[in-house]
């Protein structure tokens, strides 16, 4: 295998804005980049790559392999599949990073098969092996029962889709600087076989899980839709976010934007507070990986321990209440 | 309008569990199900072909108890079942998966309008497989897709994305993959039952698909599983119990100690 010493992250962007796995994917590049002694390269597909460089600079990109084109504006999974599997072929890097977003998991899985490509899914942390020279790939499956290690032993690029909010972001500096290698791809050959008619954001005014800092979340164990009142409080309280188990969810009492978990959303916050949650393991899957948990449970058996930092048994109408007014005095 | 859904037999992740010895996957007794998102993605087959008539055909890929799964989607409304299985195409990864169901799409005699996945399988949580077919199989893709409706050459469908939807427009034969929040399932019906309990199902193999052996099975696959093991669990957590007052000062004054709070 003749490849590049490279490792690549896929700089996912619509309309000029880069997406935050981004440089969440270069923050932890940058450590394998480290112990492989591959360059760290970015591949931005877009219609107008400039303006983002630096960015991709500042947080590690050595290389950017920039591929323009207006029809690359938005996400369209003909033209952007093309691109990337036409680069994957002639610059051969070793190793390709992508976002495991709604668009990470269209394209990583259709360029994988249009080589021979391995692709790990939702790695939740990657490694290197130096003295077999491949990447470690480690991912919950099973709903999070079980962790396993994946590996591409024979086949190149070793590809991976990596979960949000699970690596944290760190910047290299404000000025970083970089070779940037300018690609065409003939997309003209490209047949029209869907048009993307409407794009919806639905959640601009709602509290924003994926970034907050503190996120407080009820399970079944509030009693009723009217009892999200205390959490909610707290979690003013505290400056974050609501969260929700899909228990909830499902009984209608809180929308589907806020469940967290396998099926909801992933979140890696400073603090999170479970309040009567079980701890499915499918609940587990979206929070475990924040900084801190603190669970709040009647039942002293309830798996949510298992993973808690620091664990509360008692009423939750009685603990959350007080919680929040503690908080509060501390705060006045 | 002929439709094509693709469902996968898998664990009831419920009711998995690991033993923490052996690092391995209690299995024994644990109640294989219609992975989930399947369940969604038939669904939409089914309500298409209410509305404008067809015919559902559904194709597993598994060991030979997989065909349970199919006489279930055979109750549930389904016209076809096939099941796609051979000991050579065991261990396969979601490449080879790809590759052999798409092998067997292609031999299904009737053109396919749509084909339908689930939006991932709960065993492997990849969702890799739908997009691998579509490409296999030469049609266009979109992904988490919660409505589908029928127009003149194709069909308009919203997508479930980050932070919203898209709208698409996208010509036929097309593939979709199925979130759970597209629609409410329906019961099976007792007489599709009964029948479905008697019904063919053929079996296509190694022989039947005539595939290129270097790209099925485990030699098929680039990925290949190195190590499982627990996940791990917190070790210095501290449990606190007593007057809500009091565990509620312990917790802060904890918190202000680690400099969280
Ligand atoms: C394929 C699949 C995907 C799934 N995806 C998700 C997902 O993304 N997110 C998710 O959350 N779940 C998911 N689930 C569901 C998951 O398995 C659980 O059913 C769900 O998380 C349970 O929610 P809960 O903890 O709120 O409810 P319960 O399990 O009913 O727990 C309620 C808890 O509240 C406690 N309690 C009750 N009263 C009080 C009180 N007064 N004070 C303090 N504590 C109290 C109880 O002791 C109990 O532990 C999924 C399941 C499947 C099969
Ligand atoms: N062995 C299989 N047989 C039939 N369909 C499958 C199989 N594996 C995966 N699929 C389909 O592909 C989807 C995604 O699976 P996965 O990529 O494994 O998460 C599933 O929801 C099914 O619709």
Redesign the pocket.
Known sequence: MSTKKEIWVYAEQENGKLAGTVFELLSEGRKLAEKSGFTLCALLASADGKPMHQELFNYGAKKIYNVEDPKLVTYQNDYFAKVVDQLLKSEEPEIVLYGASTIGRSIAPTVAVMGWAGLTADCTELDFDTERNILLQTRPAF?GNIMATIICPDHRPQMATVRSNVFKKEKVGEAETGEVVDITVDLSDVPERMKRIESVEEEINMVDLKAAEYIVSG???I?GPENFDKIEKLASTLGGAVGA????VDAGWISHHH??????KTVCPLIYVA?????????L??MQSADLIIA????PD?P?FDVADFGLV????EVVPEFTKQIEALKA | MNIVVCIKQVPD??KVTIDRETNRLNRAGVPSIIN?FDENALEMALQLKDKHGGKVTVVSMGPPQAEEALRTALSLGADEAILVSDRKFGGADTWATSYTLTLALKKIKEPIDLILFGKQA?DGDTAQVGPGVAHFYGVPMITYAKECEVTENGFRVKQVTDRGYNLWEIEKPAALTVVKEANELRMPNLRKKLAAKKAEIPCWGFDDLNPDEEKIGLSGSPTKVNKVFAPPIKLNKEILSGEPADMVKELIFKLREKKVL
Not at chain 1, 245 to 248: E, H, K, L, P
Not at chain 1, 296 to 299: R, V
């Open positions: 709903g399970g079944r164990g009693g188990s899909r228990a909830t469940q967290v978990g396998q099926t909801g309040c009567g949650i079980s701890g499915a393991i499918q609940h899957a979206g709040i449970n009647k039942d309830a949510i008692g009423d939750l109408h | 992740s419920d989930p709960i």
